[in-house]
């Protein structure tokens, strides 16, 4: 599938994570260890789902309330203690909708031409013992067309003969075409099909769980989770627009149309949501997600025109099929946990708009995070985008940068200075000095989370200078925890990777560089990129306030030595991850990833190689002591973690890092020199 990814312009704290390292007395562990899997073995753990739990500290300010009962001995899980409190946090019931939801991918074999079809299910029946399921989804998912000749000249139909069809769940097993067959599907008069799972040793394993139904009402907070754009599963969130509506649809057979009645959602819906599921705040399942409008009647292009079948229509077309397929019926929620909401979150967007910088060059609008401030002196150091502060026009940084401030209403121009900058991880800083409007107008500086500690379908804002017409907030929700795309370098000549937290809040150009911020108003990532390709809507992407703030520091230690670059510690290994798997922990109603990250080689003479590591080892965790002191703790529990790590080591730290070989867990220790460092600008 082709994409196209841009950069959103004109044109942390990191997590103090702490790691049983030194003295911690760590057993044998399987050769396919992870991270997890070696704690539970050590003893420190008693589960993975504890392990996992203990890496992150929960992110909402629910989750945070939960945490701090748990600490003054309440043993309830987290939905015993939502139950007892007159709000509701929605992404508890969200983590757990989502194992209700798997990803189809089904191919055909027509004339000898493969047709491949991605898209999404929902779980209505399950018995996870015998490895048995029953999935409801929309029938063109699951059916592709017949046609010989053109218009009514030529045949047309459809058909669910597929040569393969996977079943993927949200904890990542997948379901073999042999355990899978169709029930039932129609497509005259609805848009919807059974299938059902029989004996299914993936699903046996997995986190999955049979989804809930209920009725919704207009203007009832809404969150669409599908397989959308065929990029994995994601969550996107909106409100009931029109509860109901006869939508017209184009067939399976790809000519003739089919009309029913849908709800319509704000929600974004994309290419492979269809066949996944509408669910409520409550994570009770309100629709089947069948369609999404493009254009107007006059041909107008707009957004925010989904649609979902009804969940009470889904169960009445399910009870005709009973007699004739013995098809189970949906169950009906009787979660009785009180409804509502923090009234935290409502005032989040408006504290973090003093933290946000617009920023203007010769070639470029954009935006930027007050990282430190000192209003007395009027200095400011500024994180932003390097795309932000280069220049196209002279082919290196803009010799002329300027920030607004938000509340200036005369738009007063103050020139910045810049610092350094990584054009490979997209970073730059720029300071702003004897300023006395940060003063005057309030500024502040962004308060930084553990961006690790993030949530599916957390709420979340994005704050900057959208279009280039003054910092604005859009309000969305995590749609994916972390996700690898590849953009232009700002010079054009090379591509630049990112590893992203997905969002469906609006972002557009000018949004580069601007500040992602949390319920709490706490600064979560940086805003760089949103997908340009036709049709796919509710993808921005921000990196995470850990690796901003790795790299911010880094280039921030490089200037004091007047340098305008990174200094990265470099191990000389490439990494390979493997066995990637979520997690979902009832007990904190919350879903974790773990990958099992592997050397695939290694440099001789290189820091890892000094170390003692070889080819083939799972890296757990690490630690960085400095002067005597721990300054870092980490599990490696996914790929992204090491990365970020690298820029926070400094000359003479002492490395530890814990691995796995051949089913042994050992410690490996170095003491970093000048020559296991690279310039990174």
Same mark, same amino acid.
């Given at each position: ?16 994570? #702490?790691?049983? =390292? ?23 753990y008693s ?10 500290t ?17 043993e309830?899980s987290?939905?015993?203690?939502l ?27 027509i004339n ?18 015998a490895?048995?399921?029953?999935i *409801? ?5 699951i059916?592709?067309?017949l046609?010989t ?5 030529g ?20 379901v073999r ?6 029930? %039932?599907?129609d497509?005259?008069? #609805?848009d919807?099909?059974?299938l059902? *799972?029989?004996?299914?040793?993936? =699903? ?7 989804a809930?139904?209920?009725e919704?009402?207009v ?11 065929? @990029? ?6 909106g %409100? %009931? ?24 959602t ?6 492979g949501n ?21 254009t107007?009647?006059t041909?107008?292009?707009?957004d ?11 169960n009445?077309?399910?009870?005709e ?19 509502? #909401? ?8 408006g ?10 060059t ?6 930027g995070?007050i ?11 500024? *994180? ?18 300027? *920030? ?11 020139e910045?200075?810049?610092v350094?900058?990584?054009q ?7 300071r ?23 949530? =599916?379908?957390e709420?979340v804002?994005a ?12 309000a ?17 000549r ?9 969002t ?12 992602l911020f949390?319920? =709490? ?13 036709d049709g796919v809507?509710?993808f ?12 911010? @520091? ?8 007047g340098e ?7 191990l ?25 990250v ?21 890296l ?9 002191q721990?300054?870092?703790?980490v599990?490696i ?10 820029? @926070? ?19 490996l ?9 690279q310039?990174?600008?």
């Open positions: 599938m082709k994409k196209s990814w841009t950069a959103a312009l004109a044109c942390v704290m990191a997590g103090a994570l #702490t790691v049983g =390292l030194a003295g911690c007395n760590v057993a044998s562990a399987p050769d396919d260890s992870s991270s997890s899997s070696a704690g539970v073995e050590s003893g420190m589960s993975v789902q504890e392990f996992l739990a203990a890496q992150e929960p992110s909402t300010y629910e989750r945070r309330l939960y945490e701090e009962a748990v600490a003054d001995g309440y309830g987290y939905y015993d203690f139950a007892g409190m007159s709000f509701t946090d929605d992404t508890a019931y969200i983590n757990r909708a989502v194992n209700s939801v798997v990803e189809i991918t089904v191919t055909f074999t000898n031409v493969k047709r491949e079809s991605a898209g999404s299910g929902v779980i209505f029946w399950l018995d996870k013992e490895g048995d399921a029953y *409801v989804t929309n029938y063109h998912v059916a592709t067309y046609s000749g053109f218009g009514p000249w045949t047309h139909s459809s058909t669910t003969d597929w040569s393969s069809i996977y079943l993927t769940t949200y904890s990542g097993q997948t075409s042999e355990d899978v067959s169709l029930v %039932v599907g497509n005259t008069d #609805t919807l099909a059974v059902k *799972v029989t004996g299914s040793d993936e =699903l046996k394993e997995s986190d999955a769980v049979a809930t139904m209920a919704t009402s203007g009832e907070t809404v969150y669409a989770i599908g397989n959308a754009n065929g @990029e994995g599963t994601s969550v996107t969130k %409100v %009931v627009s029109v509860l109901s509506e006869e939508i017209t649809v184009t067939a399976a057979d790809n000519y003739s149309t089919v009309s029913f009645n849908a709800m319509r704000d929600a974004a819906v994309n290419q269809s066949g996944g599921g509408l669910f409520n705040a409550r994570g009770e399942l309100v629709g089947i997600v069948s369609a999404r409008q493009l107007s009647s041909g107008v292009d707009i925010g025109f989904g649609f979902a079948i009804p969940a009470p229509d889904v009445a077309w399910l009870g099929m009973q007699t004739q397929y013995d098809v189970p019926a949906l169950q009906t929620s009787e979660d009785t946990s009180p409804a509502g #909401t923090s009234s935290v979150a409502s005032s989040a967007a504290a973090v708009a003093n933290s946000v910088v617009a920023i203007e010769d070639s470029a609008a954009g935006s995070v990282w430190s401030l000192d209003e007395a002196e009027g200095d400011a150091v500024i *994180v932003t985008n390097y795309h932000v502060v280069y220049s196209t026009e002279q082919d290196g940084i803009s010799d002329a940068i300027s *920030v607004y401030l938000y509340g200036d209403a005369s738009a007063t121009p103050i910045a200075e810049y350094g900058g990584v490979s991880e997209d970073l730059a800083v720029i702003v000095e004897d300023c006395a409007l940060l003063e005057k107008y309030g500024c502040e500086a962004v308060r930084c989370a553990d961006s690790d500690s993030l949530t =599916l379908g709420d804002y704050v900057g200078n959208a279009a280039g017409e003054g910092i604005s907030v859009t969305g929700v995590v749609s994916v925890l972390y996700e690898d795309i590849v953009v232009s370098s700002a010079d054009g090379s591509a630049v990777s990112i590893n992203g937290i997905r469906d809040a609006a972002v557009n150009h000018g949004n580069s560089g601007g500040g949390n319920e =709490l108003g706490e600064f979560i990532g940086i805003v760089s990129a949103r997908s340009d390709e809507i509710g921005g992407y921000a990196i995470g306030s850990n690796h901003v703030a790795a790299v911010a @520091e880094n280039i921030l230690w490089q200037a004091e030595n305008q670059s990174a200094s990265c510690a470099t000389g290994i490439t990494i390979l991850a493997e066995a990637s798997n979520r997690v979902f922990n009832e007990q904190t109603g919350k879903v974790y990833s773990e990958e099992k592997v050397v695939q080689s290694l440099t001789s003479g290189s820091l890892a190689d000094r170390m003692g590591m070889d080819v083939n080892d799972t757990l965790a690490a630690r960085i002591d400095r002067d005597g721990m300054v870092r703790a599990s529990t996914t790929r992204e973690k090491l990365p970020t790590l690298l820029y @926070e080591l400094r000359e003479g730290d002492t490395l530890t890092l814990l691995i796995s070989r051949g089913g042994e867990a050992r410690e220790t170095v003491t970093l020199e000048a020559s296991d460092f310039t990174r600008a």
